[in-house]
């Protein structure tokens, strides 16, 4: 499905201070057994389906506008920490980049870029996915591992490493590049 952008955020939501401070929009909440899918139809987000099990989301989820993955022709995907209430999906976050979660999804690669909340001065000291609690990045890849397993199958996913800001920030400029190349429109104003 082609993004139609008279109604994507994903084409009015630029990246101006992208690669090291994302603007975010949050998909899903920390917390969530609920999976949303952003309907680039009609711009409003819709239920996909709900978790099965004890699974729930261990951080907010959030697409990154202005982003191409062309390996699973989506705008790049994050993770966004952030203590206190879980955010509101819908909402636009800012998320500070601390490294990235290397990922395959049935094949495809489907990297996921790793922030803190940048207006969360609980996390204003972690500048490295490294500085997470072990807990926290033990509970993302397990997440990962396991909660398509209802519709895909075991071992659909599979988890790489844990890779600190700077390969993220490849990452990020790279698929800003494939936007610009795919959608012929600036990622920045």
Known sequence: ME???GYSHFHRIKQDDAP???????EIQKGSVNKYEYNKEVGILELDRVLEGPTVYPTNYCDVPSTWNSGDNDPLDAVL???GEPLMPGILAKGRV????????????D?????????????DHVTHVDQLAPYERKDLATFMEIYKFA?????AVKIGEFLGPEKAYELIKESMAEYEKKFGTSTKN
């Open 20 to 26: 090291q401070i994302l603007n975010l929009f949050v």
């Open 3 to 5: 993004m139609h952008q």
């Open 111 to 123: 990297h996921k870029i790793i922030c803190v909340n940048a207006k969360d001065a609980r996390y």
């Open 98 to 109: 601390i490294g990235m979660m290397e990922m395959l999804d049935g094949g495809e690669v």
């Open 81 to 83: 920490f952030s203590s």
């Open 151 to 155: 519709i895909k199958g075991p071992g």
